[in-house]
């Protein structure tokens, strides 16, 4: 895959920081150029129309009332066209990023780290990336069913407390990663309760969930494919009536092809969800995501992506290595984008987090130090930050 980490005409993104909040200033040049043509997928506005008054005719002194009566029409079409205005400029301004603060939680593997045992340079680099805001990942091993909506809802209240939007990661499917670095996941029926619980935890605030990464195009190498994608599916369902906007797992640019991707995407009920996640854990280029995610998109009729940022700053190894893989660098912090199909890009995978054990790391998930000073490195040599 191409490999461009220097992208010199990205757009500079204002942030401002207050206590546990990363706040969002979108410019208007904040466009990202994917190269697509997918139409945006609030479509066009549907213009209001006030049904037509009766055609009988009536005399005398109804005429007043009559007049009364019309006049009473245009001020309720009026209202009416207003509202639909204000509907279709939602519509047309859904973003969920848009504007918003990111939480960046207190108490992040990061976070942890940075006042922690280690070197003076492994615990800046840990304090470094715990300023950014970045998932916070929910599995069984770490939130255990049971307790999973306790802990959700303290994670949402401390958000809401810091006028932040949170950020979440669904990660514990039936046969999770397929026997991989990150196996493990619930059997069915009890990831499904683990599922509920979560979302009672969310309840009906804003947040954002990334549901299951990987799950999708990574059925065909499980045992089977179409269990899979349905178990996605209703855990999806789960999600009904709270307030998540979530994102099913759409793979990356390197992976499957973009008609294969938004088939399983179609199956797993992504019509009934925000969109699709591209690049998790992965590092491909944001440009070469973004053009993915215009395909997918535009192959399912519209719809709308995040993608992760978090390792991709140097973009992929050219010898396609994915578990922790050397030289990589920090990518762009989170910003929301004005454009008809990627909401925003963001540190979907926590950053100096392990993805197994693989080229020296710890078990997945574990905090590694040593590449946590790397990204920060490199991400620094690349722009020219110190």
Known sequence: MPNDPARGDEPVVRHERDDARYVIRDPDSASLDAGSTAASPAGPAVAWAAPAPSARRRSGRALPIALIAVAALLLLALAAFATTLVIVSQQASGNPFRDRALFVDPDSSAARAATGSGT?????????????????????????????????????????????LPVFVVYGITDRDCGGFS??????????????????????????????????????????????????????????????????????????????????????????????????????????????????????????????????????????????????????????????????????KPPGESDGTCNGGPAAGIWWPEQAVELVANADRLTGGS
């Open 120 to 164: 003076e340079e492994q615990q800046a680099a840990a304090a470094r990336i715990a300023e950014s805001p970045a998932a916070i990942w929910l599995t069984p091993e770490r939130v255990r069913p049971g307790n999973a909506s306790d802990v959700v809802a303290d994670a949402v209240a401390q958000a809401k407390r810091a006028g932040a």
């Open 183 to 348: 196996s493990g996941g619930l059997p069915s029926d009890d990831y499904l309760d683990w599922v509920e619980e979560i979302a009672a935890g969310l309840g009906e605030r804003t947040s954002i969930v990334v549901l299951e990464p990987d799950s999708l195009a990574l059925a065909s190498e499980c045992p089977d494919p179409d269990a899979r994608t349905a178990l996605v599916r209703s855990a999806l369902e789960r999600f009904t009536g709270t307030g998540a906007e979530v994102y099913l797992d759409g793979g990356h640019s390197a992976w499957l092809p973009a008609a294969d991707m938004a088939e399983l995407l179609r199956a797993a009920g992504v019509d009934e969800a925000r969109g699709f996640a591209t690049n998790v854990s992965n590092t491909q280029a944001t440009d070469d995501e973004a053009a993915y995610a215009a395909e997918v998109s535009d192959a399912l009729g519209g719809t709308h992506a995040i993608i992760d940022t978090s390792r991709n700053g140097a973009g992929p190894p050219a010898d396609g290595q994915w578990c922790n893989a050397p030289d990589l660098a920090l990518g762009d912090e989170a910003h929301a984008l004005e454009d008809p199909v990627v909401d925003a890009v963001l540190w979907v």
